[in-house]
């Protein structure tokens, strides 16, 4: 399996090369040349998750891991999961279920992609003896993820960017607090999508590449994508595919969880629509009704992790809408360091017969976690309400709508004390999380700045 960039000029690498390197030497995001069929979907019903991730996993490996070595890792991904069926679906109402996917170890769907992918690290590196030192930038629940996955490692050092200020208490204690000597959080001053931005300085900056064998790992990784189609799979199994069409609603920042479920209706899942739901920051929204991708002001959201004005993975798509023409993405996306571009007709239409999108103000977000409080008991975390409240209004007669709930509300206990009056409690194997002391450290909105803090601080 050969992996190429969106934007046509880097090498073309392997599975394991792709998924070490992150983003692209020429700025793009890595793709398979093609997306191979899932062979027998009807056979994946009663599947464990855990088979039904090597099914889907596999055939994108090429030669990078042998059997043995994947079905190690997803168990060991998944076993620290808090419920046997790791991602399984509730029913709201008739026709609309919600898929749970915060049972793993951060209480974030994040957990899904990064503890496989720390596994498949550990196994890459073990065999080459190489160190690498991963840099994350996160909205919030990535950079807790990533450090899960990753802290302890012998070849790994991991340093977390996250917007200073801008992030709930329990995402920040989920980072600050581990003590092992590999895990560096910082807090930049400024908004996510400078952390993005800072990420990327360093990533173009070749000779620091490879001085400190920097590795990506977030959701523009390929890998974490992959990770994540498994429950578009097991999901749409379970409410009747391949015999029934399923749709899928998002609550979507960076466009990486939604992407997934384009490459499992790629891969011939019957899946009909997916439903982009953004917050207030509704860039995607926008664009899909417009055909203008331009970027403004982020504004701080009850729903944080979807503050994102820039949503990398969204350039995977536009490859694909623009029949994987990487000169038209280069110019795209050139276009876009000054404010925005505007999306072919051609492409847009590409777009629209896979996507539909909606969104959801504040005060909806807060209604809709209320609402369905009162009509199921359950309890969302404003991410999910997003998600949920853009679901209810593209409903479709005999069409199950799968709405993706993608943290647990104790990560964000404020926005639901406020919406419905009680105050969601952490699950027991995080429960002295206030009672940690916390370790972080301050850095400026600067690259320079960024890089010497990395050499300093690195254990290598
Ligand atoms: C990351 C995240 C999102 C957005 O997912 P993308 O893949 O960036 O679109 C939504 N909700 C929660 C809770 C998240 O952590």
Request: negative net charge.
């Amino acid at each position: 399996m050969r992996y190429i960039s969106t934007r046509g000029n880097a090498p073309i690498l392997d599975f394991e090369q792709a998924m070490l390197t992150g983003l692209a030497r020429d700025g793009g995001l890595y793709l398979p040349e093609t997306i191979p069929q899932l062979q027998d979907l009807a056979g994946f019903e009663g599947l464990s998750y855990e088979e039904a991730a090597f099914r889907v996993i596999k055939p994108f490996l090429g030669e990078s891991f042998s059997d043995e070595e994947l079905t190690r890792a997803i168990a060991a991904a998944y076993e620290n999961f808090g419920h046997v069926a790791r991602a399984p679906l509730r029913q709201l109402a008739p026709g609309h279920h919600l898929l749970e996917l915060f049972h793993g170890p951060t209480l974030a769907f994040k957990d899904f992609a990064m503890q496989l992918i720390g596994q498949l690290f550990q196994i890459a590196l073990q065999r080459s003896g190489q160190r690498i030192t991963i840099v994350g930038a996160t909205s919030g629940d990535t950079g807790s993820a990533a450090i899960e996955a990753f802290r302890g490692l012998e070849n790994v050092d991991v340093f977390i960017l996250f917007p200073h200020g801008r992030v709930s208490e329990v995402q920040r204690r989920q980072m600050t607090t581990p003590d092992d000597a590999n895990v560096h959080a910082l807090a930049l001053s400024g908004h996510f999508d400078d952390c993005q931005a800072r990420l990327k300085d360093l990533f173009n900056d070749y000779a620091f590449r490879d001085e400190v064998g920097l590795a990506g790992v977030n959701s523009i990784n390929w890998a974490r994508v992959l990770a994540q189609v498994v429950y578009y799979v097991t999901s749409a199994v379970s409410l009747g595919a391949p015999g029934r069409q399923v749709d899928f609603t998002v609550p979507t920042g960076n466009f990486g969880d939604i992407l997934a479920g384009l490459v499992a209706k790629r891969m011939g899942v019957p899946v009909g629509r997916l439903v982009i739901a953004t917050n207030q920051n509704d860039i995607l929204h926008r664009a899909l009704t417009s055909g203008e991708y331009r970027t403004g002001q982020v504004e701080p959201s009850i729903s944080p992790s979807m503050d994102i004005q820039v949503s990398s993975n969204f350039e995977r798509a536009l490859f694909w809408a623009y029949g994987g023409d990487a000169t038209a993405i280069r110019q795209l996306m050139e276009e876009l360091r000054q404010g925005g571009f505007t999306i072919s007709q051609g492409a847009l239409q590409a777009l629209r017969e896979d996507f539909l999108s909606g969104r959801a103000s504040e005060q909806e977000t807060l209604e809709t976690i209320r609402i369905i409080r009162d009509e199921t008991g359950e309890i969302l975390c404003p991410h999910s309400a997003v998600g949920v409240k853009v679901a209810r209004e593209h409903l479709r007669e005999g069409i199950p709508m799968i709405t993706l709930a993608t943290a647990h509300p104790a990560k964000f206990p404020d926005a639901v004390e406020q919406a419905t009056g009680i105050r969601p409690a952490l699950p027991p194997h995080m429960e002295n999380l206030f009672d940690l002391p916390e370790r972080s450290s301050r850095v400026e909105n600067d690259a320079d700045a960024l890089k010497s803090l990395i050499l300093e601080r690195r254990t290598a």
